[in-house]
């Protein structure tokens, strides 16, 4: 099976397989051993950075051809607007403000950070290691690069990436007429990977200062196929967590000027190349239809970087914000043979991801912590309805938003980056995001009843949070 390349082939591909057709896609169908997990989760991509979710000059055959076979979900949402809290909750399955990994203050962990994810906290790694399964992790981690709050620490049998952001540790200074952002974009454009003097690890120890970045997309992907084909023999979960597109953008010399959108076009289609290269070692391995593959994105695109920095497509906001484009991500469910292929409207985040993994292994969830999520594998499976009706929309350890069904209130709201003004709504903001994906038309007045319900909801949510060390502020 050859990774498309282009969009021609991959309708040729598309069009062969329409004709071939799929095997039953049914839950009692599936394969009786555990299945095979695989996560790949880019940085910053943007609901609107590939072609399956709209970008019109982005080329992702394979992510195109990855939501013909599998499942488009377009109401998925991330724990967090930002980094380290929205890994904590896919990870986890729970809502950072339990965990203590975010803050009001410094909303991510950075290089000088003593915290990081609890010990005490059960990841997805470790529930499943735990339960039989190879684990391992390759790209970044951002949830505390000291011990002990490494992937080794939590449940991976091996580490490969970088501990925190990959415009962390910058060592250049800052020219003259130059902002921080126009900086940014400058030594993306440089390709000037030693002005970030970013650590690349292998388990706990550093193997290159600075990393590499102009070929890292291609080493974390390599990576991971290495752990694939190591772990084929027993059932395995492969964490693929790519630290672009952030800003400074970075790629290989193969997908330098190949894009038409540009220096950001080259990125995601690089990204595409490595969803390409999984899905197709996958498929030489034999194990493609026990083996499910979700793409996602921790958070929205980073729209201070203008065209450096994606693109939310119809949606409102970006990253750092609690409107839909910072929260509301690109996201596909890939299974073939097991998972009904379709476009999926109902709600999901990845704090779901945890008990639908659980119960996909036949494992029980602890009982002694709350979770946040829900098992979603009756909607993956066709044989029912989501149970999330409910999404909160935390910045920091505030809830800013809630979505009840098609309803979304914003009790208090505020700008991505730069004014530090907060501004409460009394009564809140109130969008039908069935109706109205971009927020711009607030129906609060003409709907009360909604309000006082969502309103409700909040106080019964907030009375089930106990506060706990913050893991951001050490």
Known sequence: MKTFKSNAFAMTGLLTLAVAGQKCTTAENSKTEKPNLVIIFADDMGYGDIGAFGHPTINTPNLDRMAYEGQKWTQFYVAASVSTPSRAGLLTGRLPVRSGMCSDQRRVLF?????????????????????????????????????????????????YGIPYSNDMDRVAE????????????????EENYKAYNVPLMRDDQVIERPADQRTITKRYTEEAVDRIREFKDEPFFVYLAHSMPHIPLFRSEEFKDTSLAGFYGDVIEEIDWSVGRIMETLREEGIEENT?????????????????????????????????GGMRVPTLLWWP???????????????????????????????????????????????GPSPRDIVYFYRGTQVFAIRKGSYKAHFRTRPEYGDPATTTHDPPLLYNLNIDPSEKYDIAEENPDIIAEIQEILEEHLATVVPVENQLEK
């Open 337 to 383: 043979g097991q998972i009904e292929p379709g476009v999926v409207m109902e709600l999901g985040t990845t704090m779901d991801l945890f008990p639908t993994f659980c119960k996909l292994a036949d494992i029980d969830l602890p009982d002694d912590r709350i979770y946040d999520g829900y098992d979603i594998s009756p909607v993956m499976f066709g044989t």
């Open 292 to 324: 499910l593959v979700i793409v996602t994105s921790d958070n929205g695109h980073w729209h201070i970087f203008e065209t450096h920095g994606g693109f939310g497509g119809l949606l409102r906001g970006a990253k750092g914000g609690t409107f839909e």
């Open 111 to 159: 290089p000088d950070s003593e915290g990081g994810l609890p010990p005490e906290e059960i990841t997805l790694a470790r529930i499943l290691k735990d339960n039989g399964y190879r684990t391992a992790i390759s790209g970044k981690w951002h949830l505390g690069h000291k011990y002990p709050f490494l992937p080794t620490d939590h449940g991976f049998e091996t580490y």
């Open 174 to 189: 800052l020219p003259e007429g130059l902002t921080w952002i126009t900086m940014q974009i400058a030594l993306a454009e």
